[in-house]
């Protein structure tokens, strides 16, 4: 081939690659994002803008789209069960912050690579700690979670067969129930926990055990039913996720919203 028409072919090929992705564009002009609303520093319910939801998560999903010419929209859309139902039936286009299960797959597709990993942890009131290796220490005992919360389809699997877990709507209920004997722990992420127990006040009466429960990737997610879901969008969400997370980017932010949020508890 000469040079002039491998120049021509390399022309063509941009000019593809560009008309799909002006095309994936030109119907996804806003992109409505939700997720759980109980999870600083990485989401929460943004004060100054009721109805919306701001964090770390939400700030770092914008830095990824930007140049991509859509307009991000996260809107606090109630309980995370709820969040995750609307996902189910498309009336949002994305979840900002979602571990793989099996049922989740079904209605949602996962954006490759995952923007953090996450570890969970078992939470107890300082008086009441208990030895915690493996997941069989926890046979017997009743913890409390959210309402449709998961830890990784292996524990939850385990769970559902072996565990007696109690869930509630928000996790303040969670650790105020623990403090009132009325379960023996709580389920939580570690950092989120950790945020979550300083804006109570309360992070002197609860120990996260060493081991954590799970260690998970999470991830955004697009709804199946989403005509913003598109494979070539997803593409250029994954590129920008590479760039992004090998720049810790993301770690500036988490310290940056956690700052935030304390600042409004007190």
């Known amino acids: 081939m000469s040079v002039t028409g491998s120049t021509l072919l390399a022309v063509l090929l941009t000019l593809i690659v560009s008309g799909r992705a002006e095309a994936s564009a030109a119907f996804c002009k806003t992109l409505t994002v939700s997720g759980n609303p ?29 140049p991509l010419g859509v307009t991000l929209e996260v809107q606090n859309l109630g ?34 690579p ?7 942890s078992v939470w107890v009131p300082k008086e ?13 005992k ?49 950092l989120q926990g950790q945020v979550k127990l300083q804006s109570m006040g309360l992070d002197d009466e609860f120990v996260s055990l060493d ?20 494979f070539e969008f997803r593409e250029r969400i994954a590129d920008r996720l590479y760039t992004l997370n090998n720049s810790g980017r993301l770690d500036e932010l988490v310290s940056e919203y956690t700052a935030r949020y304390m600042s409004l508890q007190f």
């Open 128 to 140: 009441r700690v208990f030895e915690y290796r493996h997941w069989p220490d926890l046979e017997g």
């Open 211 to 230: 081991v954590p429960v799970s260690t998970e990737g999470l991830f955004f997610t697009f709804s199946k039913n989403s005509e913003c879901n598109t």
């Open 114 to 120: 995952p923007f953090m990993h996450v570890s969970t």
């Open 38 to 66: 109980e999870y600083p520093p990485l989401l929460w319910e943004d004060s100054l803008a009721p109805g919306k939801l701001t964090g770390a998560a939400a700030a770092y999903l914008q830095e990824v789209i930007e």
């Open 79 to 112: 309980s995370w069960a709820r969040v995750q139902r609307l996902a189910r039936v498309g009336e949002l286009d994305m979840v900002a912050g979602a571990f793989i299960t099996s049922e989740r797959i079904e209605y949602m597709d996962y954006v490759l």
């Open 142 to 190: 009743t913890g409390g979670t959210l309402i449709n919360n998961s830890f990784g389809q292996g524990f939850d699997r385990y769970a559902e067969k072996n565990l007696e877990i109690v869930s509630v709507r928000t996790l303040e209920q969670s650790f105020e129930m623990a403090l009132a004997g009325r379960l023996d722990y709580v389920l939580y992420e570690r």
